[in-house]
């Protein structure tokens, strides 16, 4: 039922005695021999290490287990050491081999193990030894989960990040097992353990879209009694060290804070809270609560989501995001944030009265700018060329000093580069007039208040003047070859009029001398 012909031979091999057994089990490690993902195999490896035998109790109630010291198990020497290597050597051949999960809970079932033996019978060498391997082991985990990271960061795509994301979780989920055998922590194993079990609750709330959540339920319950086993020794080291909670939260808001105290929760236990204190005084200071038994983390009392349908099916946000997934933090009334800046951009969203209202803030939080709906665009831009209406997006800047300058940029938010800069001139009429500024293509990348600088160097574009006879003609037979509404008439700083065909590259100028 659980094995192929070749993996129930090994099933039955691996019990013999007891120096033949760890032997057996080496193999099996080495060849791959035996599946790790059912229960009988690892309810062999653990009998095998047990090696059953005579047990009595001494009068204290303590196992005394002869038997092992007999064959020296419970001592330091050649035998323990090519054993711990072999291991060692395993860990290091699946450090980039995230398939080989299997193997890694072989070596985690044998570590800690081993690791609690020797502890039990007060042996430091080889307990410091096993412990070291379990670190190892652990960070194992940990770098997988971390390349996945960095796949979700250059992936945007719904379904597939939801997929990573899941895997991440699962990886970090393993990565907290090992630590079952290490009885005495660092602060080092508690940077890890908490850091660890907040990606495992992150990633299950986003693993719970694609309906794949019951298997990383069920490893998320075996690392909270990890973190329950420690939850002590956990507590004091925090305790000792806050810096712990700040580097735990850091790896999910990937942005580094720095709090000197956290305040424990008077309600329940494993809680902390605090006020965020960043070296940019521009970023505002929410109030991080995290759980350092099941990893949840909150920021000013919210925890982390995708973003609702209202958002995702709206049409502005279709038009220039499509069907891209955000993990966001916040509630729908006081607005969402993305978790993490999206190319060095965090995205804020607010919608009311099904009006959505989306802006960008770049990570050092030097401008904001708020994406204007591409519907409203007939209404306030009506004078603008058709082209800059309806083939960009419009980003407004926002400031103090109510400047009214709206930046034009391709559709998908992915693309930064500014075609055009908008300045409000007046309104007349509830006609709005806007001075039309074309970014040449060397500049069209520079940052905007570089930008802002050298508009005077850039060409402006008007509209044709329709009493102007010689306009009129140019206009005429050029729109036998271009529709007149893809037209770009522009103003170069020698004053001459330029008639632009964007989509055949052209330019054709007119001259003081209407030539």
Same mark, same amino acid.
């Given at each position: 039922? =659980?094995?192929?012909?070749?993996?129930?031979?090994?099933?039955?091999?691996?019990?013999?005695?007891?120096?033949?057994?760890?032997?057996?089990?080496?193999?099996?490690?080495?060849?791959?021999?035996?599946?790790?993902? !059912?229960?009988?195999?690892?309810?062999? @490896?653990?009998?095998?290490?047990?090696?059953?035998? /005579?047990?009595?109790?001494?009068?204290?109630?303590?196992?005394?287990?002869?038997?092992?010291?007999?064959?020296?198990?419970?001592?330091?020497?050649?035998?323990?050491?090519? =054993?711990?290597?072999?291991?060692?050597?395993?860990?290091?051949?699946?450090?980039?081999?995230?398939?080989?999960?299997?193997?890694?809970?072989?070596?985690?079932?044998?570590?800690?193990?081993?690791?609690?033996?020797?502890?039990?019978?007060?042996?430091?060498?080889?307990?410091?030894?096993?412990?070291?391997?379990?670190?190892?082991?652990?960070?194992?985990?940990?770098?997988?989960?971390?390349?996945?990271?960095?796949?979700?960061?250059?992936?945007?795509? %719904?379904?597939?990040?939801?997929?990573?994301?899941?895997?991440?979780?699962?990886?970090?989920?393993?990565?907290?097992?090992?630590?079952?055998?290490?009885?005495?922590?660092?602060?080092? %194993? +508690?940077?890890?353990?908490?850091?660890?079990?907040?990606?495992? +609750?992150?990633?299950?709330?986003? +693993?719970? @879209?694609?309906?794949?959540?019951?298997?990383?339920?069920?490893?998320?319950?075996?690392?909270?009694?990890?973190?329950?086993?420690?939850?002590?020794?956990?507590? %004091?080291?925090?305790?000792?060290?806050?810096?712990?909670?700040?580097? +735990?939260?850091?790896?999910?808001?990937?942005?580094?804070? !720095? $709090?000197?105290?956290?305040?424990?929760?008077?309600?329940?236990?494993?809680?902390?809270?605090?006020?965020?204190?960043?070296?940019?005084?521009?970023?505002?200071?929410?109030?991080?609560?995290?759980?350092?038994?099941?990893?949840?983390?909150?920021? /000013?009392? $919210?925890?982390?989501?995708?973003?609702?349908?209202?958002?995702?099916?709206?049409?502005?946000?279709?038009?220039?995001?499509?069907?891209?997934?955000?993990?966001?933090?916040? /509630?729908?009334?006081?607005?969402?944030?993305?978790?993490?800046? @999206?190319?060095?951009?965090?995205?804020?969203?607010?919608?009311?009265?099904?009006?959505?209202?989306?802006?960008?803030?770049?990570?050092?939080?030097?401008?904001?700018?708020?994406?204007?709906? =591409?519907?409203?665009?007939?209404?306030?831009?009506?004078?603008?060329?058709?082209?800059?209406?309806?083939?960009?997006?419009?980003?407004?800047?926002?400031?103090? !000093?109510?400047?009214? @300058?709206?930046?034009?940029?391709?559709?998908? =938010?992915?693309?930064?580069?500014?075609?055009?800069?908008?300045?409000?001139?007046?309104?007349?009429?509830?006609?709005?007039?806007?001075?039309?500024?074309?970014?040449?293509?060397?500049?069209?990348? /520079?940052?905007?208040?570089?930008?802002?600088?050298?508009?005077?160097?850039?060409?402006?574009?008007?509209?044709?003047?329709?009493?102007?006879?010689?306009?009129?003609?140019?206009?005429?037979?050029?729109?036998?070859?271009?529709?007149?509404?893809?037209?770009?008439?522009?103003?170069?700083?020698?004053?001459?009029?330029?008639?632009?065909?964007?989509?055949?590259?052209?330019?054709?100028?007119?001259?003081?001398?209407?030539?």
């Amino acid at each position: 039922q =659980f094995f192929s012909k070749v993996e129930y031979n090994s099933f039955g091999k691996v019990r013999d005695y007891a120096f033949l057994q760890i032997r057996n089990i080496i193999k099996i490690l080495r060849e791959k021999s035996l599946p790790m993902n !059912n229960l009988p195999s690892k309810i062999l @490896i653990q009998q095998a290490l047990y090696q059953v035998g /005579d047990i009595k109790f001494d009068e204290t109630g303590k196992m005394e287990m002869s038997w092992k010291e007999d064959i020296g198990f419970s001592e330091e020497g050649d035998y323990q050491t090519i =054993f711990l290597n072999e291991l060692k050597e395993i860990q290091k051949r699946i450090y980039d081999s995230p398939r080989e999960i299997e193997t890694f809970q072989f070596l985690s079932i044998i570590g800690t193990y081993l690791s609690t033996y020797y502890w039990t019978y007060k042996n430091k060498s080889m307990t410091e030894k096993f412990n070291n391997f379990l670190r190892e082991l652990s960070l194992t985990a940990s770098h997988w989960a971390d390349g996945i990271n960095k796949q979700i960061e250059n992936l945007l795509s %719904d379904k597939e990040a939801v997929l990573l994301r899941y895997n991440q979780a699962k990886y970090c989920a393993y990565s907290l097992f090992p630590f079952s055998g290490i009885n005495e922590l660092t602060i080092s %194993d +508690a940077v890890q353990m908490v850091s660890q079990m907040a990606h495992v +609750a992150y990633g299950r709330v986003f +693993a719970s @879209i694609s309906g794949t959540t019951s298997d990383l339920l069920l490893l998320e319950v075996e690392c909270q009694k990890v973190m329950w086993f420690h939850h002590q020794q956990l507590l %004091d080291l925090i305790q000792r060290d806050s810096n712990i909670l700040n580097k +735990a939260v850091s790896s999910i808001i990937k942005q580094e804070i !720095n $709090c000197s105290k956290w305040e424990p929760s008077n309600v329940l236990a494993g809680c902390f809270h605090s006020n965020v204190y960043s070296s940019n005084q521009r970023v505002s200071n929410p109030v991080y609560s995290i759980n350092i038994l099941c990893g949840d983390i909150l920021v /000013d009392g $919210c925890g982390f989501q995708r973003l609702p349908n209202s958002i995702l099916n709206h049409a502005t946000y279709k038009r220039v995001f499509g069907d891209i997934y955000f993990e966001v933090c916040g /509630d729908i009334s006081n607005g969402l944030k993305t978790t993490t800046p @999206i190319n060095g951009f965090i995205y804020e969203f607010h919608i009311k009265n099904e009006i959505l209202q989306i802006f960008e803030i770049p990570r050092n939080n030097s401008i904001k700018l708020e994406l204007l709906p =591409f519907e409203t665009v007939d209404e306030w831009g009506k004078n603008l060329p058709f082209r800059v209406q309806h083939m960009f997006s419009h980003w407004q800047y926002c400031n103090d !000093n109510k400047e009214n @300058i709206v930046l034009v940029r391709p559709i998908n =938010f992915i693309h930064k580069e500014i075609h055009f800069i908008l300045y409000l001139l007046n309104s007349e009429k509830n006609i709005e007039k806007w001075a039309c500024y074309e970014v040449p293509e060397l500049w069209k990348g /520079d940052n905007f208040r570089a930008l802002i600088q050298k508009k005077d160097e850039m060409d402006v574009l008007v509209s044709p003047n329709q009493e102007n006879a010689d306009i009129l003609k140019v206009i005429e037979i050029l729109s036998k070859f271009e529709d007149k509404r893809y037209f770009h008439l522009k103003i170069r700083k020698n004053s001459n009029l330029i008639f632009h065909l964007p989509r055949f590259k052209l330019e054709f100028e007119l001259q003081q001398q209407q030539q």
